[in-house]
């Protein structure tokens, strides 16, 4: 959407392993350019000297403000409007035969289902277990640090992979993030972890003045291959799985939503989804078939 995004300038800040980015960019065909340090200040001009590389993405995109871009699409409203129903509660279990017949909540609910979709971010490995469809799922942790009153200026999300952190404009100030933290769904967060990627970014930003601040640290699905789960279960009908995005959430989600809707309704996906099978982690797995027909094109 206009004006939720940034105006289309990427800088990320060069470090030794870098290079191997920059092929891969050129390999790809991604719209690049490295520039020096004067390119850099009329870009930034704030940004520190120390900084004298960078490679400019000029088709690089961030959302400044998540929240408004839900409101404006109000998919819960056009979900109502179709005749949807929502209900809200936490799942801890299922009722199935060969196939899904009701989701199980905490609260004693049952809520009857012959469809159901596992998309629970980092907790869909719970899930899936209760299914007794294990995943090797985990949270890679991350930590972010929100400033509404930075008193600097900042046009472009800034990216320095030495210090694992980026910085970005949101719709009310900048935020820094950063880092991957192994500890589980449980663990209390190490708010240290975000000092440390705001230190860096006063490195990079030398004005920068974190002012009315608030921490933050969530959970990225991750899986020991980097690609999501796009699949029915292998074990019961009725069952799908669209999880283990990482740190691209956002970035795929209208994507997986495509694509979850195409198996769900039987229909041909645009692209052959083998390589996000579920049982892809396990010894001799074979590819998913569609049960449904799916039409000729």
Request: charged share 25%.
């Amino acid at each position: 959407m206009r004006g939720r995004a940034t105006d289309g300038v990427g800088q990320r800040l060069l470090a030794g392993a870098d290079r191997d980015h920059i092929e891969a960019l050129e390999r790809f065909g991604f719209a690049h350019e490295v520039i020096g340090r004067q390119a850099i200040r009329a870009l930034e001009p704030e940004l520190s000297d120390r900084i004298g590389l960078a490679v400019l993405l000029p088709q690089n995109r961030s959302m400044m403000d998540p929240y408004r871009l839900v409101l404006a699409l109000a998919l819960a409203d056009r979900f109502a409007a179709l005749g949807g129903q929502i209900e809200r509660g936490e799942a801890v279990g299922f009722t199935r035969t060969d196939a899904i017949r009701e989701v199980v909540l905490r609260d004693g609910r049952r809520l009857p289902a012959d469809q159901v979709v596992i998309c629970a971010g980092a907790f869909s490995a719970r899930l899936a277990k209760a299914l007794n469809e294990p995943i090797p799922l985990e949270t890679e942790r991350g930590y972010h640090t929100q400033i509404m009153a930075p008193g600097i200026t900042l046009k472009h999300s800034l990216i320095w992979p030495a210090r694992s952190f980026m910085i970005t404009p949101t719709g009310g100030g900048i935020r820094v993030g950063g880092t991957v933290e192994m500890a589980g769904l449980d663990a209390a967060p190490d708010w240290r972890r975000a000092k440390v990627t705001l230190r860096h970014a006063r490195e990079a930003r030398p004005n920068l003045e974190p002012q009315q601040i608030s921490e933050w640290m969530g959970h990225r699905p991750a899986l020991p291959d980097t690609l999501p789960i796009l699949s029915p279960s292998a074990r019961t009908r009725g069952v799908f799985y669209a999880t283990g995005h990482g740190h691209l959430g956002l970035t795929h989600a209208a994507t997986t939503a495509r694509l979850m809707g195409d198996l769900i309704t039987g229909a041909r996906p645009p692209i052959d989804l083998h390589p996000y099978r579920i049982n892809r982690f396990q010894s001799g797995s074979r590819s998913f078939a569609f049960t449904r027909p799916t039409p000729t094109f």
